[in-house]
């Protein structure tokens, strides 16, 4: 992490396709193939605060519980049994694994950042689905301030877990949300927002999971969408 405090440009243009791969590796086990999609939306913006932001969200399955523990404590919530992914790529399963080391890179973008969503809590007493909504505090600098930001994080998962409605059956879209409290932060924004745009088309032609991708750029007031079109060309 302490690395990350002045990320070279390769660790910038890297931080949404983390984020899209994690997207991504939530529908690739669904049973349908015709389901096996993802909607994503990156935004870049200023805050009722004045503060810029940039979120990225999408529509695959909510978190599992072992997926937001692999989040809070870093690892990978995914197996590796390797086999030929749909994008060429020797991996797991048709998953590149979520929220382990590559997750790790996207605080380059912030230290802080905020997560909301959905998981299905499996309590006998509740038995449906739930929002979530928490903040990754990995400010540090040392061992015991990562620490106490753990501590943080989970009561926080605790204490909001729920308090968003939710309708019977339904789920809510994932979104991350990172504070762009220094320059360095914005200029990584902006590298990985302008790398999307550069790629998107190649990226959807290796991953048919990817229906669209978005970049809603509010500060410097320009939109990019590329939609799939017939399911099987972009």
């Known amino acids: 992490l302490p690395d990350l405090a002045d990320p070279d440009d390769i660790d910038c243009q890297r931080c949404p396709w983390e984020l899209l791969q994690n997207a991504k590796d939530t529908v690739v086990k669904r049973k349908n193939p015709e389901e096996r999609y993802v909607d994503v939306a990156i935004k870049y913006y200023t805050d009722s605060e004045g503060k810029k932001k940039l979120y990225f969200e ?3 399955d909510q978190f599992t519980n072992k997926a937001i523990t692999g989040l809070i ?3 990978s919530a995914e197996k590796r049994n390797e086999q030929t992914t749909e994008d060429g790529l020797t991996r797991d399963k048709q998953s590149t694994g979520r929220f382990g080391t590559g997750f790790m890179t996207t605080h380059a973008l912030s230290l802080t950042v905020d ?3 959905s998981l299905f809590h499996d309590d006998s007493d509740v038995m449906r689905n739930v929002s979530v909504d ?3 505090h990995r400010e540090g600098p040392d061992d015991e301030a990562y620490k106490a930001g753990v501590n943080r994080t989970e009561q926080e998962l605790k204490e909001n877990m729920g308090k968003k409605p939710i309708l019977a059956g339904s789920i809510l879209p994932t979104r991350f949300t990172y504070h762009l409290n220094k320059e360095a932060s914005d200029k990584a924004a902006m590298m990985g927002i302008n790398n999307v745009r550069a790629n998107a088309a190649q990226t959807m032609l290796f991953c048919p999971s990817v229906r669209s991708i978005e970049v809603i750029d509010d500060v410097n007031h320009t939109t990019f969408k ?3 079109k017939n399911n099987d060309e972009s």
């Open 58 to 60: 999408h529509n695959g």
């Open 115 to 117: 997560v909301s969503g």
């Open 226 to 228: 590329i939609t799939r």
């Open 134 to 136: 928490f903040t990754l």
């Open 73 to 75: 404590w870093k690892f």
